[in-house]
């Protein structure tokens, strides 16, 4: 028994240790991300997002609603890379776009992710 107990002390202490250790799930980006949709009156809008604290897949809320078909012009005004995709839930084709960079006239995307 003295060894089980061992083993089960070892793995109460492995996983103390990881809940302990910050993750960069939840990591602040610093800057702005724009993105420009055209809605279904053929009107272009853009939209800025500033708040950007988590490193998770964002689906462009225009795309997820149905308001716009997909997103374009990415503006990455950011401290991050960001990958786009084409389809929603990070999905189908991945672009990368650096740090401080944008595409105006490309990549169609519906979908994002900041590196953390």
Do not use: W
């Amino acid at each position: 028994m003295p060894q089980l107990r061992t083993i089960t002390t070892a793995a109460a202490a492995a996983l103390a240790l990881l809940l302990a250790i910050p993750g960069s799930a939840s990591a602040d980006i610093s800057g702005t991300f724009t993105y420009s949709y055209t809605d279904a009156n053929g009107t272009q809008e853009t939209v800025t997002l500033d708040d950007l604290t988590t490193t998770k897949c964002t689906d462009i809320t225009e795309v997820a609603n149905k308001t716009a078909e997909f997103a374009f012009a990415p503006n990455n005004r950011t401290d991050r890379v960001v990958q786009l995709f084409t389809k929603r839930g990070c999905g189908g084709s991945k672009f990368i776009l650096g740090d401080g960079t944008s595409k105006p006239d490309e990549p169609h995307f519906a979908s994002f992710y900041f590196n953390g």
